[in-house]
Every structure is written in structure tokens, then in C-alpha cells.
């Protein structure tokens, strides 16, 4: 059965028993557990908040650096993600955005179904829409699935589309 610890572990200099399992052990590690400190062996060092301390081939932690949580793994891969389908960062930094000189309207609930349906209709693949309008690819396959607000496409894109293919995609 688990042991529970409000103070620190008894024992001499350098054994003690874990505060988790209760084995006997010379070598605790001091882990955050659900907010509370405490003292535990190898094996439950796993549980302590931040997923306990790295481990070499050996099992020895030798640095006492804590594995990266979950979330902020999760966080820096978006970020890296963003980063890698606009090219960089750097020219969001330097030219701005362009929302306000290209607001999106607001569009009807099926839009993308709409551009793909009048796209065939057309007889033209993607890649030759998008040649023709002089917009990028990824911006009409945005909009194809529905997700132009969140690939930040502008209204110019929706314009256009609407004119060629002679379909309405904006709410009025």
C-alpha cells in the first residue's frame, strides 16, 4: 500500500523509504507530486509532476533535469508546424499582417464544399484554379476544407473565387 508523507522520509544518511511505495531504498529523489514534495525511489520518480528526472542508459540521472511536460512539448511542435508552413516567422515580423487590408468576409457554412463542387463543374484541378487566379495552392486547399480563417486567407482569395466560379461564398 502506498505511503503518504507530510514530512520528510526517516532514515539515516542516505537511505530512507519512498514516499509513494514504501520500498527501502539508498537512492530517493525529491519529486513534486501533485503539488506536495516528496521523497521517492526510481521507480515512482515517473509520477512526480513534469514526468521525474531523465535517465541515461544506466539509470543514473546525472543531470537532474526534469523531461519537458506534455503541453509545452505539444506548444513548441505548433509552433515549429506555423513556423514551417509559412516559411519563417521572420517576415510576419518585418511586413505585418495584411488582415486589415483583406479582411475575410464571412462566409456561408459549406463554403468549401461549394468551391470544390464548382471547381470540378469547371473542370479544373486545383493546381490550375489557383494558377489562373495568381493565388498560392495552399490557400485555395484551405479553403477547399474549410479552413480559410484559420490559414488566415483574405478576402481577395474569396473574391476571386466567387467571380470565376460564379459561386457565392461570402454571408452577407
Given at each position: 500500500m502506498a505511503k503518504y508523507s507530510t514530512g520528510g522520509s526517516p532514515g539515516g544518511d542516505g537511505g530512507g523509504t519512498c514516499e509513494l511505495c514504501g520500498t527501502s531504498t539508498d537512492d530517493l529523489?525529491?519529486?513534486?507530486?501533485?503539488?506536495?514534495?516528496?521523497?521517492?525511489?526510481?521507480?515512482?520518480?515517473?509520477?512526480?509532476?513534469?514526468?521525474?528526472?531523465?535517465?541515461?542508459?544506466?539509470?543514473?540521472?546525472?543531470t537532474n533535469e526534469r523531461r519537458e511536460s506534455p503541453g509545452k512539448r505539444a506548444a513548441r511542435n505548433t509552433a515549429r508546424t506555423l513556423d514551417a508552413a509559412s516559411g519563417d516567422s521572420e517576415h510576419w515580423e518585418e511586413e505585418g499582417t495584411n488582415y486589415d487590408r483583406d479582411q475575410l468576409?464571412?462566409?456561408?457554412?459549406?463554403?468549401?464544399?461549394?468551391?470544390?463542387?464548382?471547381?470540378?463543374?469547371?473542370?479544373?484541378?486545383?493546381?490550375?484554379?489557383?494558377?489562373?487566379?495568381?493565388?498560392?495552392?495552399?490557400?485555395?486547399?484551405?479553403?477547399?476544407?474549410?479552413?480559410?480563417?484559420?490559414?488566415?486567407?483574405?478576402?481577395?482569395?474569396?473574391?476571386?473565387?466567387?467571380?470565376?466560379l460564379d459561386v457565392e461564398l461570402a454571408d452577407e
Open positions: 529523489r525529491t519529486v513534486t507530486v501533485a503539488g506536495a514534495k516528496l521523497q521517492v525511489c526510481p521507480d515512482c520518480a515517473s509520477h512526480g509532476d513534469g514526468g521525474g528526472p531523465k535517465r541515461d542508459a544506466g539509470g543514473d540521472d546525472g468576409p464571412y462566409l456561408v457554412r459549406d463554403y468549401g464544399e461549394r468551391v470544390v463542387r464548382a471547381r470540378q463543374d469547371a473542370g479544373l484541378k486545383r493546381e490550375e484554379l489557383a494558377t489562373e487566379l495568381e493565388i498560392p495552392e495552399t490557400d485555395l486547399l484551405a479553403v477547399e476544407q474549410g479552413r480559410a480563417t484559420q490559414a488566415g486567407v483574405g478576402g481577395s482569395v474569396i473574391a476571386a473565387l466567387e467571380e470565376r
